[in-house]
């Protein structure tokens, strides 16, 4: 199994970034998915996860109404929308696969695969 991010950078407070999320080597619809991101010094944390057929999605306090999580089961492809983005944003971010779904939460514990990780750093 591969996931694989694209789509990190530098960007400044109050603009956007679009991660993506590759996944091959599993059956994708078969997967609950998410997104993950951690700080320097700070414990992972779940920042959205979506149901395997994108039905229903989840998202942290801190990024709802500014994060989208979407995929595309005819790509094999996760997606991660930010606007509005802040210096607290600064983070590596990570996707997963997972076969658990909680409605109320992304934990890490939940998810079997992951990626490598894309940067993402807000300057203010």
């Known amino acids: 199994v591969q996931l694989v991010e694209s789509g990190g950078g530098l960007v400044q407070e109050g603009g956007s970034l679009r991660l993506s999320c590759r996944a091959s080597g599993l059956t994708f619809d078969g997967y609950s998915m998410g997104w993950f991101r951690q700080a320097p010094g700070k414990e992972r944390e779940g920042v959205s996860c979506?149901?395997?057929?994108?039905?229903?999605?989840h998202y942290a306090d801190s990024v709802k109404g500014r994060f989208t999580i979407s995929r595309d089961n005819a790509k094999n492809t996760l997606y991660l929308q930010m606007n509005s983005l802040n210096p607290e944003d600064t983070a590596m971010y990570y996707c997963?696969?997972?076969?658990?779904?909680?409605?109320?939460?992304?934990?890490?514990?939940?998810?079997?695969?992951w990626g490598q990780g894309t940067q993402v750093t807000v300057s203010s």
């Open positions: 979506i149901t395997p057929n994108g039905s229903t999605r």
């Open positions: 997963a696969a997972g076969t658990a779904w909680r409605p109320a939460a992304c934990l890490t514990s939940d998810f079997v695969y």
